[in-house]
């Protein structure tokens, strides 16, 4: 949906990040569940490169992005603000009780049991690529990894998404998929592919990364190497 001034949903973003976190930035969350269930907003920019202004701090204490507003309420972590959005919305989480919990869960073990572990590779394959001890983890680490996306495509099963209809959790855990393919391609796990495939075809997907490439207008700060 087009950016509304008006709306009551303001999201915290970024204008400016390095060209290599362009589209991956965790704004694209709730941009996308936003989209997904047809939900105005506005967004509110901030320069990655820039010290945050002590009144965000005061919304999101680590100086991150996203934070929310949604009228009176204010929240930060993508986890939260997803849950928050989740209860707007019949299409992004079911309203019986077991349906809630699942959906729960899974965007827990989204963040906990399988993002918790792959940021590592970002680390080892671009932060510290040239470092000796970075090359020496990989095998081990990547070994992890496919283990534990290993466990992951088991309990998908055959199922299209992770708890029977699209939710949040899929949000959550197609975007930590997505970052995981780039530095650790999901070679031998067809049903994870196909998976992600099919999550990241959504049209509210594709709606959302637009939005967010649209929102990248600000300058690298000075001195930043190009």
Not at 26 to 52: F, K, M, Q, V
Not at 108 to 135: C, D, M, P, R
Not at 193 to 200: D, F, M, P, Q, S
Request: net charge negative; glycine share 6%; aromatic share 10%.
């Amino acid at each position: 949906m087009p950016l509304d001034p008006s709306a009551d949903i303001e999201l915290c973003a970024f204008s400016w990040v390095p060209d290599m976190a362009r589209g991956y930035v965790r704004d694209l969350r709730p941009r996308w569940a936003i989209e997904e269930a047809g939900l105005s907003y506005r967004t509110r920019l901030y320069n990655a490169g820039d010290p945050r202004p002590e009144a965000y701090l005061a919304e999101q204490p680590f100086g991150q992005v996203p934070a929310m507003v949604d009228g009176d309420i204010h929240i930060f972590e993508t986890g939260a603000i997803l849950l928050h959005l989740a209860e707007k919305s019949d299409i992004l989480m079911p309203k019986d009780a077991a349906g809630r919990a699942s959906t729960q869960s899974w965007v827990f073990a989204a963040l906990n049991s399988i993002e918790q572990y792959t940021l590592e590779l970002f680390f080892l394959h671009v932060v510290f690529a040239g470092e000796e001890w970075a090359k020496l983890r990989q095998p081990s680490s990547h070994d992890f990894i496919r283990r534990r996306l290993g466990q992951l495509e088991k309990a998908l099963g055959t199922r299209d998404y992770l708890v029977g209809p699209f939710t949040v959790a899929d949000i959550v855990m197609a975007t930590v998929l997505r970052d995981v393919d780039r530095q650790l391609p999901l070679t031998g796990l067809p049903g994870l592919k196909a998976y992600l495939e099919r999550c990241l075809a959504r049209p509210a997907f594709r709606r959302a990364l637009a939005a967010q490439m649209a929102d990248f207008t600000g300058e690298p700060p000075e001195n930043f190497p190009t």
